[in-house]
């Protein structure tokens, strides 16, 4: 049995409806007609941030960094990686704390870089420091699982 789920388009930010077998099809936005999954981070601003971790039905990972953070650069190509592996069942995204101060000081980032994985657009777990592309995976997963 599928159940429609909400997936935030991660190019334009509209909510799309997609049957839950379908997820692994490849679906395109509705409205910019643009993959909803693109084995890529998507890069969120304050404006779109809370809208991912709200209307997303799926859970959604997100890489708190900052463009001067030489650990954050490091881990980069590794998270881009991940987001291959965890996609569709997770949205993959990355916030800029220094391009957004707020939403770094409202989710209390203390070090960089953080991940945090959302659930219902409430926060269910958090990782401090660089990782590696299985490292990453294998969290989320078990984040998930437990």
């Known amino acids: 049995m599928t159940e429609a789920l909400h997936i935030v388009c991660p190019h334009c930010h509209t909510t799309n409806r997609v049957q839950s077998a379908q997820l692994g099809q490849a679906p395109d936005c509705g409205s910019c007609h643009r993959p909803l999954f693109t084995g890529a981070p998507a890069e969120l601003d304050a404006a779109s941030f809370d809208k991912h971790l709200q209307r997303n ?3 959604v990972l997100v890489d708190f960094w900052a463009p001067w ?3 954050c650069r490091m881990m980069a190509p590794a998270y ?3 987001a291959q592996a965890l996609e569709p069942q997770v949205r993959v995204a990355k916030l ?3 391009a957004h101060p707020t939403l770094g000081a409202r989710h209390a980032i203390r070090s960089i870089p953080t991940m945090a994985l959302f659930r219902g657009g409430r926060e269910v777990a958090r990782t401090s420091g660089a990782m590696g592309a299985a490292d990453i995976v294998r969290w989320v997963q078990g984040a998930l699982a437990g």
């Open 80 to 82: 881009a990686q991940a």
């Open 69 to 71: 953070c030489g650990p």
């Open 96 to 98: 800029d704390t220094e």
């Open 57 to 59: 039905h799926i859970p």
